[in-house]
T-cell receptor
Framework: DAGITQSPRYKITETGRQVTLMCHQTWSHSYMFWYRQDLGHGLRLIYYSAAADITDKGEVPDGYVVSRSKTENFPLTLESATRSQTSVYFC???????????FGPGTRLLVL | AQTVTQSQPEMSVQEAETVTLSCTYDTSESDYYLFWYKQPPSRQMILVIRQEAYKQQNATENRFSVNFQKAAKSFSLKISDSQLGDAAMYFCAYRSANRDDKIIFGKGTRLHILP
């Protein structure tokens, strides 16, 4: 189906482990984004990408790594997970020059 | 830096009544976009309505409308004829028209619909 998907939808991991969250969109949107959502903070931007091989930091990038080798994929990696990274993670995309972002269903991550 | 403030953490409204959610923002820019997103219990973020700052006319989408006051930097959302399916978290958001496509979100207002 067309749209933006995230996997896994739920993940439990342990402190210190590496975790990769996947994001895939079928619209060929230029821009892709990763947000985290925490109580009391709303949504905060972690990283974004304007095109393949172009990424930039958002508001809270520490502890995260992204890559974008293909336009449709934008994986987010937690290199060494910490409890403070327990959150709900949203991926989003938008067309170049268009203001509206479309969100994936989210990934709930629990770090023990 | 731009900020978005939603001063009402929670609100309740009787089914079929009208409710208004408040949002204020701070920016030094003149050209930007404003959005309201809805997040139901499924956690999906759904675009409800958007407003271009250069347009004086308030945006409307069916039962949803906004009151955009540019000078006051206010962007409230009015939901008419509230329905049980409107129960959700609502986020106000801002995006500059002059930079890259980053959106700044408020902390949200949880809306309860009373049957």
């Amino acid at each position: 189906d067309a749209g933006i998907t995230q996997s896994p939808r739920y993940k439990i991991t342990e402190t210190g482990r590496q975790v990769t969250l996947m994001c895939h969109q079928t619209w060929s949107h230029s821009y892709m984004f990763w947000y985290r959502q925490d109580l009391g903070h709303g949504l905060r931007l972690i990283y974004y990408s304007a095109a393949a091989d172009i990424t930039d930091k958002g508001e809270v990038p520490d502890g995260y790594v992204v890559s974008r080798s293909k336009t449709e994929n934008f994986p987010l990696t937690l290199e060494s997970a910490t409890r403070s990274q327990t959150s709900v993670y949203f991926c989003a995309s938008s067309e170049y020059g268009r203001e509206t972002q479309y969100f994936g269903p989210g990934t709930r991550l629990l770090v023990l | 830096a731009q900020t978005v403030t939603q001063s009402q953490p929670e609100m309740s409204v009787q089914e079929a009544e009208t409710v208004t959610l408040s949002c204020t923002y701070d920016t030094s820019e003149s050209d930007y976009y404003l959005f309201w997103y809805k997040q139901p219990p499924s956690r999906q973020m759904i675009l409800v309505i958007r407003q271009e700052a250069y347009k004086q006319q308030n945006a409307t989408e069916n039962r949803f409308s906004v009151n955009f006051q540019k000078a006051a930097k206010s962007f409230s959302l009015k939901i008419s004829d509230s329905q049980l399916g409107d129960a959700a978290m609502y986020f106000c958001a801002y995006r500059s028209a002059n930079r890259d496509d980053k959106i700044i979100f408020g902390k949200g207002t949880r809306l309860h619909i009373l049957p």
